[in-house]
């Protein structure tokens, strides 16, 4: 599957973005989709999984209470709804594949990412 993320920008700290992953060949519906960020010198962070029918989602400590992730599968997207926005939620977002691993979530099939800056 390929997928394709965007909604990213330049928001002030406090403030909201919605990221949409979408894909342009195949149906997501079939899939559990989640979102990971990667900052610059940092190591990748998952941050959400949403199962195929829209299951209880798993989210990280980090983006707990702020971030919603959500999917309409009529519209072929799943969203990442970011509220409460920090200068340390600054990176590169990705939409990707995702299910529950032995050591953790697993994050696979990620297409080209979103900007996403966040000033102080």
């Known amino acids: 599957v390929q997928l394709q993320a965007s909604g990213g920008g330049l928001v002030q700290s406090g403030g909201s973005l919605r990221l949409s992953c979408t894909a342009s060949?195949?149906?997501?519906?079939?899939?559990?989709i989640g979102w990971f960020r990667q900052a610059p010198g940092k190591e990748r962070e998952g941050l959400s999984c949403?199962?195929?029918?829209?299951?209880?989602?798993y989210y990280a400590d980090s983006v707990k209470g702020r971030f919603t992730i959500s999917r309409d599968n009529a519209k072929n997207t799943v969203y990442l709804q970011m509220n409460s926005l920090k200068p340390e939620d600054t990176a590169d977002y990705y939409c990707?594949?995702?299910?529950?691993?032995?050591?953790?979530?697993?994050?696979?099939?990620w297409g080209q990412g979103t900007q996403v800056t966040v000033s102080s």
């Open positions: 060949r195949e149906s997501l519906d079939v899939y559990a």
């Open positions: 990707a594949t995702c299910w529950a691993g032995v050591a953790g979530y697993e994050y696979h099939d």
């Open positions: 949403i199962s195929s029918s829209g299951g209880t989602p």
